[in-house]
């Protein structure tokens, strides 16, 4: 189970006055189990690469091999790679339709063909997993709130029973206890079953608590590609591109221009405090 | 996929074409297609064609833009040159085999009713191409104005194409990210019978009416914020003047109509 993009390039529109190229010539591979964090701003390509690792669009130049399935290849069948692969679009609660939550769960499990036997048991299996009670399952979906709606879209493509995960955005316009669940819910889930997730994202804070490998992309190429420790010691860089890095990194950063003996990179509040303090003492600073 | 459309599209520029008051656009090109309908011999059509393709060089709009309008319109091209060349029975038999008789009248009635088609996708494609959306729906508000008297809701009219027009590609864009959320989950849109395709285009359907009906919630909602109350007393921050160019568009136009409908009639 590995992903290999190579050369990779995607231009909209080719031959109008609208022809955007998107991607130029990426390369990635990600490997079985891995949890990656995609992270760029509106436009630098992020959207366009996950959209190719499922087959929705083809590289206009490069190959893209996901489970041994090139895309480009002649004759390809795309439905294992659909299986295989489940997206989750942004605001995806937007690509609900059925009467009932268990309804719309069920509606990817059906197109592959699944028997109705094991839907059932796959429609509870994902509610769980989302934190969702049962009760709701014959519930229109249309009445729930936005978070919940959320969480039924993603159980839809969970219960595809994907090996990789895709999220492009999960916690874009929820509040706050909304986003920390649904980000408790993914890391549960890749640590439990295993799977390789994907999360796209442009807020720093998510994914510096949540990956061990940040990809950032630019202008449709990759920029730095590594742990988060790593990545956000590119501070210079990252702001120029306007991303910036957690804010607990940049509270050590200034610390460490004001003299400070304080580590370079903290991804939580919590781990900052601690370096903070390490440094207070050792200045003969009291509690 | 869906971003193919071309009838409707506006490609900015700065061409003399470009410049012109909508006003003026639409109302040529209004006068165009009846001068189009007026004529009725070979030699009208070229003038008029020629004064098309001048037009259409004076915007330096890539021709390949327009061209690409027609191809909507291929299916009715063929089906009308068909018809007329096997229904006709005026001129002479040109070929008569079992029970098929083509007249060479036929042959002449179709390839001159096909060209008007063309001419006139192209000139109202000229017409799009060149003016924006928003000019040319300030443009029907004002020439509708006058027959507010008569009960025509000229304001109201202009205000649901602006936010028609507005919300075409929003919708669109809509309509292509619904699709391959749903394609994600294994949805098949293509294959099987008419009712089986009619059925599996559910999961697209529904969410984006509902997205369109919040949409047009939404949108309501905030026009009243800012206090929309229609057309009354209603004042523009651009107001639309004429200006010379407009008098040689008009003066060329006149001309050249006035010369296919010589050329028309004479012969």
Not at chain 2, 74 to 86: D, R, Y
Request: hydrophobic share 50%.
């Amino acid at each position: 189970m590995s992903i290999d993009v190579k050369n990779a390039s995607y231009t909209y529109s080719p031959d109008t006055p609208f022809e955007r190229q998107a991607l130029r010539s990426v390369n990635l591979s990600i490997g079985g189990g891995e949890l990656v964090g995609i992270i760029g701003q509106t436009g630098s390509g992020k959207s366009t690469l996950v959209q190719m690792l499922n087959g929705l669009l083809k590289p206009t130049a490069g190959t893209v091999t996901v489970c041994g399935i090139t895309t480009t290849a002649k004759g390809v069948k795309l439905r294992p790679l659909r299986q295989a692969v489940g997206l989750v679009f942004q605001f995806a609660e937007h690509q609900l339709f059925a009467e009932t939550v268990a309804q719309d769960i069920a509606f990817g499990p059906l197109n592959l063909g699944v028997a109705p036997s094991e839907i059932a048991a796959r429609v509870d299996d994902a509610l769980l997993n989302v934190g969702l009670p049962l009760e709701i399952k014959e519930r229109s979906p249309f009445e729930l709130s936005g978070g919940q709606m959320r969480r039924v879209a993603i159980a839809g493509v969970l219960a595809m029973r994907p090996q990789v995960l895709i999220l492009d955005e999960p916690t874009a316009g929820l509040d706050p206890k909304g986003r920390d669940e649904i980000l408790a819910r993914i890391r549960t889930l890749h640590r439990e079953r295993g799977i390789t997730v994907i999360l796209v994202t442009h807020s720093m804070e998510d994914v510096a608590r949540l990956v061990n490998r940040l990809v950032v992309m630019h202008e449709g190429g990759i920029l730095h590609d590594g742990p988060p420790s790593e990545v956000f010691c590119q501070w210079e860089s990252l702001s120029r591109i306007g991303l910036g890095v957690p804010q607990a990194t940049d509270v050590l950063r200034r610390l460490r221009l004001e003299g400070w003996n304080v580590p370079a990179v903290a991804l939580t509040v919590a781990e900052a405090r601690q370096a903070i303090v390490a440094a207070w003492r050792e200045r003969g600073g009291q509690d | 996929m869906m971003q193919n459309v071309t009838l409707g599209q506006y490609l900015p520029g700065n061409s003399v074409v470009h410049r012109l008051d909508p006003r003026t656009k639409l109302m040529l090109a209004f006068a165009y297609i009846i001068v189009l309908f007026a004529v009725t011999n070979g030699l009208a059509y070229s003038v008029l064609a020629l004064a098309s393709l001048a037009v259409i060089g004076l915007s330096r709009i890539p021709i390949k833009m327009v061209l690409r309008g027609l191809r909507p319109i291929l299916m009715i091209l063929s089906l009308t040159v068909v018809l007329h060349v096997f229904t006709s029975r005026e001129g002479t038999l040109l070929l008569g085999f079992w029970f098929v008789r083509i007249y060479s009248g036929g042959v002449q009635q179709g390839l001159l009713l096909a060209f008007r088609l063309v001419l006139l996708v192209m000139s109202t494609s000229i017409l799009t191409l060149t003016t924006s959306p928003i000019a040319l729906t300030d443009a029907i508000e004002l020439v509708l104005r006058p027959l507010k008297r008569f009960g025509v809701p000229a304001h109201e009219l202009a205000m649901m194409m602006t936010i028609a027009l507005r919300f075409i590609p929003t919708l669109l864009e809509e309509a292509e990210k619904i699709m391959k959320a749903q394609l994600a989950r294994g949805a098949d849109f293509e294959s099987g019978g008419l009712l089986k395709r009619a059925r599996s285009l559910l999961p697209l359907l529904i969410p984006l009416f509902i997205s369109a009906f919040r949409r047009a919630d939404e949108l309501a909602m905030a026009m009243e914020a800012r206090c929309y109350r229609g057309g009354e007393g209603r004042t523009k921050y651009k107001v639309l003047m004429y200006s010379r160019l407009d008098v040689y568009a008009a003066l060329c136009f006149a001309l050249i109509s006035g010369l296919a409908l010589a050329v028309s009639f004479s012969l």
